[in-house]
Each structure stands twice: as C-alpha cells, then as structure tokens.
C-alpha cells in the first residue's frame, strides 16, 4: 500500500504538495468512494484511483508539452467562473496535464504543460532560480533610474522581489502615447510579478509575453499552438532542476 498522494505524483497527476490539495478538495476517488483524508492509502495494482472522475495509470511516459498561451484564457485546468482554460488549447492531448507555473489571464506566450509532478515541483521551485525572461510594452518611457530600481528589485507584500535584469528595447509612438519594450528576466515566480513591478514605477505593462522558461524558448510556435518538447530539452530541463 501506497500513499495517496506519492500515487498521484508517480501518475504525473501532481506534485504531492498539489495532491494533497485534490485530495483535501473530494476531487480524489479510490474504488468509487470520495477519500478527503491526508495520508490515506491505496494499492496502486487492485485500486481504481480517479481524480475528477478520470482513472489514473501508472503505466504511461510521463508527456511535456510547449503551449504558446494566447491572451483570454486561464492557466489552470477548470475554473470556476466558466472562462476558457489553457487546456483548451490542447486538441488531441490525452494525458493527464497541467501547468508549470501561471501565466495571467490578459499574458500571453510560453507556459509548459506536463504529467509529471515531481518535475513541475522541482522546475517552480525558488531554490533553482530557472530563468524566466518576459517581452513588456509599458506605458511611457522608462529612465535609467527607474530601470535601475527594477532591477535592484521592489517591495510587492513586504518582501523585495529578487534582483531581475532588464534591459531597454525601442519606443514608438510620441505625444504622451508613448510605449516602450523592456526585456525582463526573473528568478522567481509572484503573483502577476512583471505587472506589479513595472506599475510601481509608474509605467504600466500594455502587453506582456513571456518568451523563454530555463533553456526553452517559444520562438516561432503560433499563439494557441502547441507541440511536445523534444528529449534533448527535457534533459536540459532537468539538468537544471538537480
């Protein structure tokens, strides 16, 4: 016998961490009966597990997927207001996934989709410090001061985010209309981070795409495309993460 949640994470449903919150939430079945209790376990070779009414398989290659998220859609797998999800966007995949991480609703650009739990834990986790690098258009023209306290890092919930490197790109426009494009790369992943620190110095995001996770890069995929990262750049992935 096997607890619950390592099962879930072995399936690729989650990290045990998140699979404790689907067991806590009733959305976790074994043998037909709805287990809410932490630690409960289950025989991964007799018991039929299900999580949202789908059978789990222990069997199955873990899958990793390149989504290039289009604006209006939620990364998550249900939500509860009815709007589109990311999952959506995956035709024909039939494998359990997920996000890696969160890209907001109004952002747009690379988010990867697995079954394997343990790899999204290690690959969101702080202590790796995997790249996360963003194209911003933000309203106005940034000065070197305010660029400099982007990247020395800003207070978001009484904590300083952490050092990010940011680089300034073109401006169009005039008038007051002006938008520039900045490049932001950071090690950490708040809530709606870009956004909050950018509008702390006074230049809002217009429009905000996250270009490269680690070592992947979105490159040319079509907005709402997606396609399976290939074996090298799970490797390289992975690299990362040990």
Not at 78 to 90: A, I, S, Y
Not at 113 to 124: E, K, N, Q, Y
Not at 172 to 187: A, N, P, S, W
Not at 193 to 202: D, E, K, L, T
Request: proline share 5%.
């Amino acid at each position: 016998m096997v607890r619950l949640q390592k099962l879930l994470s072995m399936a690729g449903v989650a990290s045990r961490r998140a699979a404790e919150t689907l067991i806590l939430e009733g959305r976790v079945e074994v043998n037909g009966e709805v287990v809410t209790t932490l630690g409960s376990k289950a025989d991964p070779v007799r018991d039929q597990i299900r999580v949202d009414g789908r059978r789990i398989r222990l069997d199955v290659e873990p899958r990793y997927i390149l989504l290039n998220k289009p604006k209006g859609y939620v990364t998550t797998r249900r939500d509860p207001q009815g709007r589109r999800t990311v999952l959506d966007l995956l035709k024909g995949v039939k494998e359990y996934v997920y996000p890696v991480g969160r890209l907001d609703y109004d952002s747009e650009g690379l988010l990867l989709m697995t079954s394997d739990g343990d790899f999204a834990a290690r690959l969101t986790h702080p202590r790796h410090g995997v790249e996360r690098v963003y194209e911003a258009i933000v309203s106005g023209v940034p000065d070197e001061r305010a660029l400099d306290t982007l990247r020395r890092g800003v207070v978001l919930d009484d904590q300083r985010t952490q050092p990010a490197d940011v680089t300034r790109g073109n401006t169009v426009g005039r008038g007051g209309l002006e938008t520039t494009r900045l490049t932001i790369t950071l090690r950490e992943g708040r809530n709606r981070q870009v956004r909050r620190m950018c509008a702390h110095i006074g230049h809002p995001v217009r429009r905000l795409t996250r270009v490269r996770m680690g070592p992947i890069r979105l490159d040319d995929l079509p907005s709402g495309r997606w396609r399976d990262l290939s074996a090298r750049e799970v490797a390289a992935l992975k690299r990362r993460t040990m």
